[in-house]
């Protein structure tokens, strides 16, 4: 075995227990529950939750029940078995097309992350350098461009800086605003300040309105898509099958916390009147900090949430494009071109050409009016085909449980086979109400929408892949150590 | 089957993480220059006394008049600027969604006070852009979710 045989991304069948990489490959378990954090949980989300109030406890803990506990205990048991994450599992689990669909699901949806989330920066930016800039096509694909290629030439260094930096992100960006916004929510209602949204139990539950309401619920599950994604990196830890499943819960609470306080402390000084979406969570943030007069904090809260974004986007850039090299190189799916590995041994061709791609679609964004304003569909359309994945994962766990009961495991999920059946039915769900049409397509037809999520769900969830996998060639397959370019 | 090794060297991880806190903070100094809280003018609060009658008669909750003065001054602050650009109805539209904040973010039918308190401030500080944003608004499908 040369050095380059050794299993860091691990699709070897060596039990993850006994996996070795050399020292300094090594990230701490904390590092990897932080990267987790970081790809999931961010405090965007918080003034569009602080609108339910007291009911965003319950949408956000109903969801962690039925999809974030199955999917983190599934996924750190199979992590702690199988190295490679999401290819590795399904396709033994399952089989390797099947593996390959699960690795491009998880790949496709990322494309049309980065140009909203990066947007999402442009605008929080332009609230603390100057307002006017959030509608200017100019800025937003400037910031677009250079963030996102800074990202890759960072992910293509290697993944001990992107989890630094991850961490980093997180810890300034979500941790500690997060902290400083609820102290001040504690401190307002520790004033005598009265709620700006009722804190009773009659306000536990979100009010019952037929379909919608099952909608809102039904999409919360959504909130924790992403605890299995940096699984693909669980032989860079000294111990996986130890570490891996103790990183896992370590993420699903800070994940909890980092959602359900901001956007209680929020919906405890601003009413849900006074928050503007167009200007979101800089404006919740701004709010909050003019009722203590201290407004000189909202520049620089600012800049750290763009620091957290942007550390949650490193994640993911180095994550799923790795779980397609090792297929890649396994199977032979993609041309050897896009299998090269640079000198840090990071799949630099694929984030290349995956940079090419959001570009145009960054650009796109930023530039035409209409395809800014129609951006959701392809939010709606990306989580479908992510859904896929899950409903994958779930099948693979309880084949794996049955076929190799005795296969060495660092951790055992409880009540594996009860706890698969709850997380698909919850994915499933989920898929379903992916179909019915939100706010934004109001006055369209519902058959017409079916027909743009369902044919674009399977246009990029199934043709594609589809099309990679019978054009494959056998001398793709890279058996030999990989060719390193500069 | 051979897999990658990743072999950065820690030297390069430091320059990394050094440079990242150095724009990181020069980043910071920049906004901080920048930024420009509302002014507290004698316009700013008659229009902070108008929006808290609107929000009355809204049946909404009143917030803290000050807050709104320091937030909102005497334009409607961010909230006015261009909310009729496609950038900014694009911020919007991906705001009315779930409480995912990573790739599983996707639109879902929102509440009817999501856009009622924005509604509610152009209205008064920037009524010029009422009409456009308020058929905007119309075609949105939103419902009573919070029973409010």
Known sequence: MSTADIPADGTSSIPAGRTRVTGTQWISWIALAMMTTSSVASLRAAPTMAVYGLACVFLYLLPAVVFLLPTSLVSAELASGWTGGIYKWVSEGI???????AVWCQFAMTIFYYPSLLGFVASTLAYVINPQLASSGV??????????WSGVWVSSRGTKGVAGLASGGLIIGTLIPGIVLVTLGVVFLGQGNESAAPMTAENLLPAWAGLSSLVLIVNNFLSYSGMEMNAVHVSSLKNPGKEFPKSMFLAMGLVLAIFIFPALAISWIVPAEELSLTAGVMQAFDAVFANFGWQWLTPIVGIMLVAASLGGMLTWLAGPSKGLLLISRQEG???????????????????VVQGIVTTVIGLAYALIPDVSSAYWVFSVITTQVYLIMYLLMFVAAVNLRRKHPDHPRGFRAPMLVGMCGVGFAASLAALLVGFVPPSQFASGNPTLYFLIVGGGALGLGLLVPFLFYRLRKPSWKQDEAPEVTS | MTTPTENQSPRERTWIYVSACVILAAMVLWAILAFSAARETNRAEEKADELIVALHKAGAHTPDKDQIVRVLGDDGGATCANPNEALSRATLLSLLSNGATGPGARPGIADNRAVKGQLLIIEVYCPEELAEFKVFVDNLKTENLTGS
């Open chain 1, 95 to 101: 089989s390797k097309p099947m593996g390959f669909l």
């Open chain 1, 139 to 148: 800025w937003t694909a400037a910031v677009i461009i250079v963030v996102y």
């Open chain 1, 333 to 351: 799916y993609l041309p050897p071109f896009l299998q090269r590995l640079n000198k840090n041994g990071v799949q630099q061709n694929i984030l």
